[in-house]
Nanobody, 117 residues
């Protein structure tokens, strides 16, 4: 199994920046894709950004140019640098990992990001 532990959430003012981190542990050798999803109250969980072990990325249109996902394979970490935050970014952010063979999905516990004016 894979465990994902997140950190970095909190309260930030509009226009500010925040960096989220996720550390993966357990049986991770079959994990290729990792990333971040988010869910705002009353809305469906949506993809924010994904990254493969080789560094190929995919971003939601709403965060392109503002968010940057990165990965350190040696440390088994994936980070999300969030810039130019606005109220629409307020959500619970979940770290995500996928078993490349079975496509089983792993989720972190979620970390709250609140953007205030």
């Amino acid at each position: 199994q894979v465990q994902l532990v997140e950190s970095g959430g909190g309260l930030v003012q509009a226009g500010g920046s925040l960096r989220l981190s996720c550390v993966a542990s357990g049986i991770i050798f079959r994990v290729n894709v990792m990333g971040w999803y988010r869910q705002a109250p009353g809305k469906e969980r949506e993809l924010v950004a994904l990254i493969t072990r080789d560094g190929i990325t995919n971003y939601a249109d709403s965060v392109k140019g503002r968010f940057t996902i990165s990965r350190d394979n040696a440390k088994n970490t994936v980070d999300l640098q969030m810039n130019s935050l606005n109220a629409e970014d307020t959500a619970v952010y979940y770290c995500y990992a996928e078993n490349n063979w079975t496509k089983f999905h792993y989720w972190g516990q979620g970390t709250q990001v609140t953007v205030s004016s």
